[in-house]
């Protein structure tokens, strides 16, 4: 059975860092990518940041660029969402998704209809 379970949200200042887990089971972790994703109240679910098993290349969206950063344990089959310099407008459910790395483009922007499997969200909350 394949899961992916996101850990690690909460709640934090403005100007403050978190780092979200994905824990992967139930397929070849090295046959896919990994892309973080996430859904504020009301809004569309954005890709924000891509992490590629196979080659350890990542991506993020312009809106997180530089504060965010993807890494990943492989012994684990763990990714990471690391958060740094938090904003309000970061609050948001964070979901993880897996997709496999044969789809073309699955950087940024990430499509979400690419990801055939998602976690159950956590969330983050950043208050001013």
């Known amino acids: 059975e394949v899961q992916l379970v996101e850990s690690g949200g909460g709640l934090v200042q403005a100007g403050g860092s978190l780092r979200l887990s994905c824990a992967a089971s139930g397929f070849t972790f090295e046959d896919y990518a990994i892309g973080w994703f996430r859904q504020a109240p009301g809004k569309e679910r954005e890709g924000v940041a891509y992490?590629?098993?196979?080659?350890?290349?990542?991506d993020y969206a312009d809106s997180v660029k530089g504060r965010f950063t993807v890494s990943s344990d492989n012994v684990k089959n763990t990714v990471y969402l690391q958060m740094n310099s938090l904003k309000p407008e970061d609050t948001a459910v964070y979901y993880c998704s897996a997709a496999l790395e044969t789809v073309e483009n699955l950087g940024v922007p990430l499509k979400r209809d690419d990801y055939d499997y998602w976690g159950q969200g956590t969330q983050v909350t950043v208050s001013s």
């Open positions: 992490f590629s098993s196979s080659d350890d290349s990542t």
